[in-house]
């Protein structure tokens, strides 16, 4: 088991940046394929970007390709979410999950582990 806390959560202006951390316990980091997602209000979940275990692969949503970049230290056990050029359209609560089985997986139904989220608000 494995158990995922988001931080780095708050409010930006467009144009921002801003960095989510994603802080995994109860199991070694390397083991799990890691992903960001997010759920805006009144829609529903959706993709953002992925990182194989190693970090040597990443893959992206469309919306956010060239502004956001997903890290990983599995040293530290974390895996991280650097977004630039923030639009109000990104604001939403930021979800990370695991994965042992996937090598990547842009699916949510490939994570079987999730955090509660941490909400990015974007002002313009």
């Known amino acids: 088991q494995v158990q995922l806390v988001e931080s780095g959560g708050g409010l930006v202006q467009a144009g921002g940046s801003l960095r989510l951390s994603c802080a995994a316990s109860g199991g070694t980091a390397s083991r799990y394929v890691m992903g960001w997602f997010r759920q805006a209000p009144g829609k529903e979940r959706e993709f953002v970007a992925t990182?194989?275990?190693?970090?040597?692969?990443?893959d992206y949503a469309g919306s956010v390709k060239g502004r956001f970049t997903i890290s990983r230290d599995n040293a530290k056990n974390t895996v991280y979410l650097q977004m630039a050029s923030l639009k109000a359209e990104d604001t939403a609560i930021y979800y990370c999950?695991?994965?042992?089985?996937?090598?990547?997986?842009?699916?949510?139904?490939?994570?079987?582990?999730w955090g509660q989220g941490a909400q990015v608000t974007v002002s313009s």
């Open positions: 999950a695991a994965d042992r089985t996937a090598y990547i997986s842009t699916r949510q139904m490939d994570y079987d582990y």
């Open positions: 990182i194989s275990r190693s970090g040597t692969s990443t």
